[in-house]
C-alpha cells in the first residue's frame, strides 16, 4: 500500500474537526480569532538566502468547552479548540517563498487560580509552500524540497485587554515547517514570533448555576489499557538515494489511563526499512567497503527494534500521542548517516557523515509524535476500541519517516470514585 504525504496530512486535520459529538457543540459559544505575527525565520543551513521580517495572518475559528461534560473538558480546566487558517512570509519571496497553512488548534488557561489571562496554545497540520530548494535556481534553502509540509505552532498568550465582547492579547510562538523525512534536503524552517490578536466571542460562564470553572466536581478514574498498532510510512535514505520506500511497523505497549484523559504507557516496536534493504542487496559502496557480512542476511539488517514510554491527551475521539524511546537494534542507521551527512561531488562522496558523539546520540533516542482518532469516545471508557493514526517519526529531533497506523486499544480494571472540590 502506498499512500501520498497530503492525503495523510488532510486526514490529519480532517479527524481533529471532527474529534468532538455533535451534540455538544450545540451548546458551545464560538469565537473568531485574527491574528498579525511578526518575526525572524533562523538560518536553515550555511549560505541560507536572506531574511527580512517573518510576517504572518492567521484567524482562528473555535469553540469554548465550557458547557461540554466530558471527562477532557474537566480535567484541561474548559480548554478553547478549533482550527486555523494562515498565510506566512518567511522574509524572502523569491526564494523561500509563502506557506497556506491549514491547522487544528487546543489551547489551555495556565495558572487559572490566580489568572485568567494566560493561555498556551498547540497546533499541528499541513501547509503548502510555493518555493523549494532546486539544485540549479534555489540551491541554498536547503529548508524544503516539497509543496506539502507538515507545520507545527506553540504559543503562549496573555489577555491584555478584556472586554465584553472583545479580548486583546498579546503571545510569543514558535512555528515549524517540514516534510517529515519524504524528501531530502529537508532541514526544515523555523520562526520565532510575537503577536497581537483578539478574541471575538466572549466565554461563557460554566453554567447557570454559577458553578467555579477552576473546581468542578470530578470523577476521579483509572483504568489500564493494552494496545496493538500497525503502520506504514514513507522516507528516503540520502539526498543522492532521495527515492521515496516504505518503512513499515509494528508496536505493542500498556499503561495506564487517569481520569479518562491522561494515558501514559510503555510498549515496544519493530520496524523494518526497504531503503535499508534494497541498499544493501544492491552492494552499495559502503556496505561493501564497511559491512559486507550484511548481504549474508539483509532482512535481519534492514530492521530497528527498541522500547518506548509513551503521553497521550485524550479528547473525546481524538488522542495526541508523544512518544520517547529507545533504539535497542538498528544497525544499518550508521551507513545512513554516512550518506545523509556526507558531501556528494562528481558522482562521488568527497566526505562522510563523522560518527560523532552526537551520531550515537541519534541513533540511540527515538521519538513519535501525531494525532489519532478513535472509532468510540474515549470519555466513555469502552472496553475495545480501534483507531487510526498519522506521526511523525524521529530520530532524536530529527524526522525519520513519516507514517500512517491502524490500531487496536483495550481497557479493563476500571476504578472509579467521586470527589466534590471545595
Known amino acids: 500500500m502506498i499512500f501520498k504525504r497530503n492525503y495523510l496530512l488532510i486526514f490529519f486535520v480532517g479527524i481533529t474537526l471532527y474529534g468532538q459529538k455533535s451534540e455538544d457543540l450545540k451548546k458551545k459559544t464560538f469565537f473568531v480569532i485574527p491574528e498579525i505575527s511578526i518575526g525572524k525565520t533562523m538560518e536553515a543551513n550555511t ?14 475559528f473555535g ?5 461540554n461534560d466530558q471527562p ?14 494562515g498565510v506566512t512570509d518567511f522574509g524572502n519571496l523569491d526564494k523561500i517563498g509563502i506557506a497556506y497553512t491549514l491547522m487544528p488548534f487546543i489551547e489551555i488557561g495556565l495558572f487559572r487560580k490566580r489568572s485568567d489571562r494566560w493561555n498556551i496554545s498547540f497546533g499541528m497540520g499541513g501547509a503548502y509552500i510555493n518555493q523549494q530548494y532546486d539544485s540549479e535556481t534555489n540551491p541554498f534553502n536547503l529548508a524544503v524540497t516539497t509543496e506539502i509540509n507538515w507545520a507545527f505552532r506553540s504559543f503562549l498568550y496573555y489577555d491584555i485587554l478584556k472586554r ?9 510562538g514558535y512555528a515549524h515547517f517540514s516534510n517529515g523525512h519524504t524528501k531530502l534536503p529537508n532541514q526544515g524552517l523555523n520562526s520565532f514570533v510575537i503577536n497581537v490578536s483578539t478574541i471575538i466571542g466572549k466565554e461563557p460562564k460554566v453554567d447557570n448555576r454559577g458553578e467555579n470553572i477552576n473546581k468542578p466536581s ?7 489499557y ?12 540520502s539526498r543522492i538515494f532521495n527515492d521515496k520506500k516504505e518503512v513499515y511497523s509494528v508496536a505493542f505497549s500498556g499503561g495506564k489511563i487517569i481520569n479518562k484523559t491522561f494515558k501514559f504507557g510503555a510498549g515496544a516496536y519493530y520496524r523494518f526499512y526497504e531503503h535499508y534493504y534494497d541498499h544493501i542487496n544492491e552492494n552499495g559502496q559502503l556496505v561493501s567497503e564497511q559491512v559486507p557480512e550484511y548481504r549474508e542476511n539483509p532482512y535481519r539488517y534492514a530492521t530497528n527494534f527498541g522500547f518506548f514510554g509513551s503521553a497521550e491527551l485524550l479528547i473525546g475521539h481524538v488522542g495526541v500521542e508523544f512518544d520517547m524511546g529507545i ?3 538498528k544497525p544499518f542507521y550508521k551507513i545512513e548517516w554516512q550518506l545523509s551527512q556526507g558531501y556528494f561531488y562528481n558522482g562521488e562522496y568527497a566526505r562522510l557523515g563523522e560518527l560523532s558523539s552526537y551520531y550515537e546520540v541519534k541513533r540511540t533516542v527515538s521519538s513519535r509524535l501525531g494525532i489519532k482518532y478513535y472509532l468510540f469516545n474515549t470519555g466513555r471508557s469502552p472496553k475495545n476500541n480501534l483507531f487510526i493514526a498519522a506521526h511523525i517519526n524521529a530520530n532524536l529531533g530529527q524526522a ?5 497506523s491502524l490500531g487496536y486499544a483495550y481497557r479493563f480494571n476500571l476504578k472509579e470514585r467521586k470527589e466534590s472540590v471545595n
Open 164 to 172: 465584553k465582547s472583545v479580548d486583546w492579547r498579546l503571545g510569543i
Open 47 to 60: 549560505d541560507f538566502p536572506e531574511r527580512e521580517l517573518h510576517k504572518s495572518f492567521f484567524v482562528s
Open 400 to 404: 525519520d519517516f513519516s507514517e500512517l
Open 327 to 329: 533504539n535497542v537494534y
Open 218 to 224: 470530578k470523577n476521579k478514574s483509572s483504568e489500564n
Open 72 to 85: 477532557w473538558a474537566k480535567e484541561l480546566k474548559y480548554p478553547k479548540s478549533g482550527v486555523s487558517f
Open 226 to 237: 493494552f494496545s496493538f498498532r500497525s503502520g506504514i510510512g514513507q522516507n528516503v535514505l
Open 63 to 67: 469553540s469554548y468547552s465550557n458547557f
